[in-house]
């Protein structure tokens, strides 16, 4: 018995709850291969969550590439700050950053992501040490600024600028003037090219990469593998 009846509706037994996700697995391989049905043409829908700056940075200007290339699969993308749950969220994979070790994730490497401070072109930065003198834009991973210090030789300076959950927003803040942001760089390549930003220097600090991301219990849909080779040509 998978269910009780009680006064207020049905409840799922401890059976019902032990053989509901392998249910709910099969019930969504079926709902995949109907949307992968339109009008007699195989399609699929791609519904993929990532961090704001990967996809304002990297996928966006390339989508119509991507659709050129895949016309059969339909993205529907969402943003998020790199906290994202895949089943709860009704996503089928998620773009994050970090080392790739996520529990309950397995997880595919697509893109290492060196960090480097950037700055609006007129601030007067010539070396590490007038940093000093700048606010430090800071994300929620507060070992970013002293680790890059280390890695540039210098003493690291008291923290106080403000904490952003968005290197977007710290990109929007630092070209106005408002402060130094420590960013990834190949995510702000257009904004370097149009000299919004410039990189004072050389020395950068890798703390974490963009992986593809999908539940462990969950198999890869074609059109998630498609993607993940679309975006390694891409990136290779």
């Keep these: 018995m998978l269910f009780h009846r009680t006064p207020n509706g049905l409840v799922m037994t401890d059976a019902g709850n032990e053989i509901f996700p392998a249910m709910k697995r099969g019930l969504d391989d079926i709902a995949r291969m109907l949307d992968r049905v339109i009008g007699g043409q195989r399609a699929e829908v791609l519904s ?8 304002t940075g990297w996928l966006i200007p390339r989508l119509e590439d991507f659709r050129r290339a ?13 906290r994202v749950e895949i089943a709860r969220e009704g996503l089928d ?13 397995e997880a595919h490497h697509i893109l290492d992501a060196p960090m480097g401070p950037l700055c609006a072109p007129h601030l007067d930065v010539r070396a590490p040490s007038d940093l000093w003198r ?6 929620y991973r507060a070992d970013e600024w002293p680790k890059w210090f280390a890695g540039a030789g210098e003493t690291c300076p008291p923290l106080t600028g403000p904490v952003l959950d968005s290197s977007v927003g710290m990109a929007d803040l630092a070209a106005e003037g408002l402060g130094i942001a420590l960013l990834p760089l190949p995510m702000f ?9 410039v990189r004072p220097f050389a020395a950068t600090v890798t ?5 593809l991301t999908i539940p462990e219990d969950r198999r890869m849909t074609p059109a998630t593998d498609l993607l993940l080779n679309w975006i390694r040509a891409q990136v290779g």
């Design 134 to 139: 700048h606010t430090l834009l800071r994300s």
């Design 189 to 197: 390549k257009s904004a370097l090219a149009a000299e919004r930003l």
């Design 48 to 55: 993929l969550g990532m961090v704001t700056t990967f996809a």
């Design 207 to 211: 703390l974490g990469s963009y992986w």
């Design 93 to 105: 994979a998620a773009i994050r950053f970090g080392s790739g070790r996520w529990p309950g994730v």
């Design 70 to 82: 895949h016309p059969e699969i339909t993205l529907r993308l969402s943003t998020n700050n790199n």
